[in-house]
């Protein structure tokens, strides 16, 4: 079996101190909000402290609209660096990166041209969004800076994807765009033409996850064993 990574916002934090979530929203948040109201937001998740940020900045600027803020986005996280670990996962016998990220730290590691290998058009979700590197593959499942309409945060696009995923997931055998997964077409990214997910490579590889959760680890443990120094 194959071995996939998934990876989170975790590998740019080990050397971008202002590559947090926190950091992102903090930079969005109109300044209209109360000290209470921005406490508050601390103890609510991301998704909906980004929607309260939006809806805020859309009662107090009718010029503004959330293709704006998520060009904004783009451009506080389009400028962050690579950094060793971007290289070694990406000198690594991976395949298929699955990042969360919207950043090409990933892709700039390896100081390669990474054009979009997209298997369909999309203009809002990501279940075929990728950028080619080599013969390896970077997902950028919750969207990318070069498509700002794409970045993912709010519930509301959140539910479209799930939604998008589950009618990909599960279209019967005679739709064109179903799952080669579904379909027991397990070699479906050797053979040329096949239009295949994210989702596809998720159930089929063994999956690695790194950088997705808050848990800390201890500074004597590596944070990617097994690969490439």
Same mark, same amino acid.
């Given at each position: 079996?194959?071995?996939?990574?998934?990876?989170?916002?975790?590998?740019?934090?080990?050397?971008?101190?202002?590559?947090?979530?926190?950091?992102?929203?903090?930079?969005?948040?109109?300044?209209?909000?109360?000290?209470?109201?921005?406490?508050?937001?601390?103890?609510?998740?991301?998704?909906?402290?980004?929607?309260?940020?939006?809806?805020?900045?859309?009662?107090?600027?009718?010029?503004?609209?959330?293709?704006?803020?998520?060009? +904004?986005?783009?451009?506080?996280?389009?400028?962050?660096?690579?950094?060793?670990?971007?290289?070694?996962?990406?000198?690594?016998?991976?395949?298929?990166?699955?990042?969360?990220?919207?950043?090409? =730290?990933?892709?700039?590691?390896?100081? +390669?041209?990474?054009?979009? $290998?997209?298997?369909?058009?999309?203009?809002?979700?990501?279940?075929?969004?990728?950028?080619?590197?080599?013969?390896?593959?970077?997902?950028?499942?919750? =969207?990318?800076?070069?498509?700002?309409?794409?970045?993912?945060?709010?519930?509301? +696009?959140?539910?479209?994807?799930? +939604?998008?995923?589950?009618?990909?997931?599960?279209?019967?055998?005679? $739709?064109?765009?179903? $799952?080669?997964?579904?379909? =027991?077409?397990?070699?479906?990214?050797?053979?040329?033409?096949?239009?295949? $997910?994210?989702?596809?490579?998720?159930?089929?590889?063994?999956?690695?996850?790194? =950088?997705?959760?808050?848990?800390?680890?201890?500074?004597?443990?590596?944070?990617?064993?097994?690969?490439?120094?």
């Amino acid at each position: 079996m194959a071995t996939s990574l998934v990876i989170g916002n975790g590998i740019n934090r080990v050397t971008n101190h202002d590559a947090s979530w926190e950091h992102v929203l903090n930079a969005l948040t109109p300044q209209t909000l109360s000290l209470p109201a921005l406490e508050h937001m601390k103890h609510k998740p991301f998704a909906l402290v980004y929607e309260e940020i939006l809806l805020t900045r859309l009662s107090n600027d009718k010029s503004v609209d959330e293709h704006a803020m998520k060009r +904004q986005i783009a451009r506080l996280v389009g400028g962050l660096q690579f950094n060793d670990f971007h290289r070694r996962v990406m000198d690594s016998a991976v395949r298929h990166v699955i990042t969360t990220n919207y950043d090409y =730290g990933f892709e700039k590691a390896t100081r +390669q041209v990474y054009p979009r $290998s997209h298997l369909m058009r999309e203009s809002k979700y990501s279940v075929f969004r990728r950028r080619a590197v080599g013969d390896k593959f970077v997902w950028h499942i919750h =969207g990318e800076v070069e498509a700002p309409n794409t970045i993912t945060l709010g519930y509301d +696009q959140y539910s479209g994807y799930l +939604q998008k995923l589950r009618t990909y997931a599960t279209a019967d055998r005679e $739709s064109k765009n179903g $799952s080669p997964f579904k379909m =027991g077409n397990m070699a479906f990214d050797h053979v040329p033409g096949t239009i295949y $997910s994210w989702l596809d490579v998720f159930l089929r590889d063994d999956i690695h996850i790194v =950088g997705l959760g808050c848990w800390r680890r201890p500074k004597s443990e590596p944070l990617l064993k097994g690969l490439p120094t």
